[in-house]
């Protein structure tokens, strides 16, 4: 009966990670989105829990920020990021997830 309780949450979690969506975004420039700074080129962006993963396409390499995710009422119609220039940098606020209703805060809570 373990074995097969076991493999039913093994099966559940299989499917969670694998409806887990990704979105794709394109930085023109140095970027710092919530604690890390990633530079200029395409990423591709998954909510695991209370952490954005941003994953260089071009080298795979990962990395991982707090973030505050908000539902609103509608879906987005596509992926948007808003920042802000500080300095020399841009700071992002926010990123809309296109055909979603999720919008990724990012900064202090």
Known sequence: MKKLF???ILAVCSLVIANAK???I?????TKVGSVQL???QYTVKVTGTNAVFTQE???KS???PVKVENGDKKFESTQ???TKEGSTDVVKE?????SKMKLEFGEF
């Open 22 to 24: 990704t979105y794709e």
């Open 81 to 83: 990021v808003n920042a």
């Open 95 to 99: 990123i809309e997830l296109g055909g």
């Open 6 to 8: 076991t493999v039913g």
């Open 26 to 30: 394109t930085l023109s420039s140095v």
């Open 58 to 60: 071009e080298t795979a």
């Open 39 to 41: 530079k200029a080129g």
């Open 63 to 65: 990395f991982t920020t």
